[in-house]
Each structure stands twice: as structure tokens, then as C-alpha cells.
């Protein structure tokens, strides 16, 4: 025990240990980003510095650096800049489901050691990367990337892949929400158990059952000894005892990979903490919703932005498939001890979720720590408790009803609020298609899942018919490219790969 203790406090350090490049580079680092030297803010996270990073920041405090050429030439001979993002090669037309199995070498990645100074985590095995901006590994893109692996054949892809997430669960004690250093104090919705539960190697069975051990102890930090309405780290407890969790992040300043904005939004904002808004704001990207209406505070605006007083249906609905998959694992290693435990704790937080995460109107939706009362607002999160099981008969068909309404001629649009973030109308992203349609039909809701699977696929292959490309994402209602966000929209694309494929190998297709 004692063992296991000091292991874990181990990682904890580790993980409480890399500092991002903001933290590393200080006021070269506000500096730079300050002046737009770069379009992109990660641009400058993702660099390498040539040499030591306290020799460049005693240069820089000696450095005339005011204007943006000085500081130019000054980060230039500093540090290795990364390629730009690129497109995938354009190869030759083919057939989408014969495009999609072709680009799959061309987003693989390996990275066994990163150079000095690196912002980059190494991992043991390839892994593959969305395309554009987006270099590295990411958490949740990943599932929906490998159901699409699995389908095209690549099941050596998604063992590797597995092994990578253990990996950073032994070195960081947690999944991080990409690869690279500034992404370590979040991570994003937890489809782990998911993930290790594509492997076909049962050897590694009992390691993988730990690994998701570790990540539940992550996101239930802080529930030992939490009071009734009171919150801690991603952990809530409302008045009645019920546990259920929210996004957090551990880090407090502006995020290195959009410092700029963040920055910008934070001084165009004075009557806010600032530390409470970047903290928001990173809560909002451990969400993978970054950004939408639901996290805001008048619906409409970024700046009031508050992630952390949201109870969230999604999350949740992940932790419930997380303490269910243990729970089965144990068994299958006959731990029964470990077993009923995690099945104690999934009936009580679908308890949980069923009385505070409910709407009268007939759906699932966040519940408002400020408001003390469910959300009235309507997105594709409502999908997520038929996607894990959760939902009673009667509320899965009221469900089909309340999601009609998001459900255009392209697909399933995130939600009825057009803000202009690009998490909200008339936005549509692979990964909410897979789990409303994989939701509706677990519980018979064919009518609906068929309108969301069709429109999906006809708007994926209007857009390949016309460009040659696969998009980050789509406006449904038009079916065209999507829009709205920090950066320009991206092409590859992992996870619409991913769904696209794993819908296209379905039986009738």
C-alpha cells in the first residue's frame, strides 16, 4: 500500500512538474504572442528552442526586441519553428471509402523521443494525428478515429493507439486532452473505456483494467470528504449527497495554444477575475465543446463564459460508461470486491443523473450550479444518455422527440443557438452524429437515426464530391463547410474519417 501510494504521488508530481511553454519562456512568450508575430497562437507553443531555455531568457531581457522585426529575428534564431499545417496529399479522386483507407498512412505519426525543449509528449507506439494545426494525439478525437481503423482493417493501428493512452496514464496519471505539455492540467471527455475495450489482445487484459482504475481516481479527485454543495477540482456534490463531476482545468493562466485570444478577451472583459475566466475557458476546452452556448452565462457571449458551474449531461453520462466497463472488467479478472464497488457507483450517479439532469420538457440536459436548476437549453449532449444506457424507455422516446428539432438535411446540428462559436448552430461534428445515431437505434429509435445517419453521409460526400476533402466540420442546415472558432477550419480529418468510415462499413452500405 505504501508502495502504490508513494507510486501514485509520483505521477502527481510528474504531471504538477512539466511546465507548458508560457510557463518556461515567461515574458518572451506574452510578448510574442502579444504581437501577432504568428496568425496561429500554437504556432509559437509548438516551437523547439535551439538551446537552453534560461540562456534565451537572459538574452531577451538584454534584447531590444520592441519591434516586431527585432523580435522576430530574435525568436527565429532561437528556436525551430513547426512546419506549417499541411493538407493531405491530393493523390488520386477515389471513391470515398477508398479515399478514406488512403489517408490513413498519411495522418500516422511516431514520435518515440521529442528533441530537447519540446513542447511534444513522446509515445511508444504511431498514433494518428487529425491533420491541419492539430499535430499531435488527441483524446477524444481518437475513438471516433479508430471505430473508422477498425472498419478500414488497421486493427495494429488501434492496439498501438491503446497503448499510447496507457502510456501517459502511467507517466501523468491521467489522459491528457492532446500530447503535448501546455495540454497536461486538462484532459477531455474520458472515451477511454471505449477505447480499451477495441483491443483483441487479451494479454493485456488486467493492464488495461488498471488503467482505467487511474483515470476514474483522476476525475473523482477531491471526493473524499467533499460536502453537500460544495465542488472540487472536476468533482460536484449537490445537496442531497449526489456525486457527479464538471470540466475543470488545473492551470489558471491564458492557454498557450490560443494565449492571444484568451489574453485579448480577458482584458476587453475588466469586471472579471481573470484567473476564473482562463480557468473557464480551459474548462471549455477539457470539454471538447470549445466553444458553445452552453457555457455560457447569457447564452450568447464568450466572456461570460463560466464551464465550471456546469453539471454536464455528457461527462457524466462517460463516467457512468467508465464505472460500468470497470465494474465488467473486474469481474472478467474475478476481483468481485473491485466489481461491486464500481457497479455501487454507477447506480447511484444514474440515480444521480435521472434526478438532476432531466428536464420536465422531455430530454437531458446541464444542470446550472448558479441557477440550482437543470438547463433549458436543448443540444445534441441530450444524445449521450441513450448512448450509455442510462435512459428509462420513456425517456429515450421523449428524447427522439426533443432531438428532432437539431436534426437538418445534413445531419444533427450541436444546437439551436447560432452564436457564431463553432460549437453551436448550424454546426454539425462527427463525433455527436456517431452518438445520437448509436443512442437512438440502442433504444429503437430508428426513425431518427436514420435521418441523422443520411443527412451525415450526404453532406460528407457532397463536400469530398466537390473539394476532394474531408472538414473538421459542416454546416448541417446548408451542407456546406462549417465555420466559426479561433483558427480557420481544418481538413483530414481524424474523427470524420473515422465516423464516416465506420458508418459506410455498417450492413446494407
Known sequence: MIRLLMLAMGVLLMAATVPSPAERFGALFHDLQMAKLFADSKTFADAEPRRADAAIRADYVRCDCRSADKLRAFVLANFTLPDEPAAPPPGKRLGLRAHIDWL????????????????????????????????????????????????????DLVEDMIADFG???????????????????????????????????????????????????????????????????????????????????????????????????????????????????????????????????????????????VVPIDLNSLIYGMERRIATECRALRDAACATRYDALADARRTAIRRHLWNAGGYFADYDLDRRRVAAQRTAAMAYPLFAGIATPAQAKATAVAIAPLIGEGGLATTLVDTGQQWDHPNGWAPLQWIAIAGLRRYGETAASRRIETGWLATVTREYAASGKLLEKYNVVEQLPGGGGEYPLQDGFGWTNGVTRALMAAPGR
Open 104 to 155: 490513413w498512412p498519411h495522418l500516422t505519426r511516431t514520435l518515440p523521443r521529442v528533441p530537447a525543449g519540446s513542447s511534444a509528449l513522446p509515445l511508444p507506439r504511431r498514433f494518428v494525428v487529425p491533420g491541419g494545426r492539430f499535430r499531435e494525439m488527441y483524446y477524444w478525437d481518437s475513438w471516433f478515429t479508430m471505430l473508422g481503423l477498425q472498419a478500414s482493417g488497421r486493427q
Open 167 to 309: 502510456s501517459l496514464i502511467d507517466r501523468y496519471g491521467r489522459i491528457p486532452n492532446g500530447t503535448r505539455s501546455y495540454y497536461l492540467s486538462r484532459s477531455q471527455p474520458p472515451f477511454f473505456y471505449l477505447i480499451a475495450a477495441m483491443s483483441r489482445d487479451p494479454r493485456t487484459r488486467a493492464r488495461r483494467a488498471s488503467w482505467l482504475r487511474a483515470e476514474h481516481d483522476f476525475w473523482m479527485r477531491g471526493a473524499a470528504g467533499l460536502k453537500p454543495g460544495s465542488t472540487a477540482a472536476r468533482v460536484v456534490m449537490f445537496a442531497d449527497g449526489s456525486l457527479l463531476n464538471r470540466y475543470y482545468d488545473n492551470r489558471d493562466h491564458a492557454r498557450d495554444e490560443s494565449y492571444r485570444e484568451d489574453a485579448a478577451l480577458a482584458d476587453a472583459t475588466p469586471g472579471r477575475d481573470r484567473r476564473q475566466l482562463f480557468r473557464d475557458l480551459r474548462a471549455g476546452a477539457e470539454s471538447g465543446w470549445d466553444f458553445s452556448s452552453r457555457w455560457l452565462a447569457d447564452g450568447r457571449t464568450l466572456a461570460t463564459i463560466r464551464t465550471t458551474r
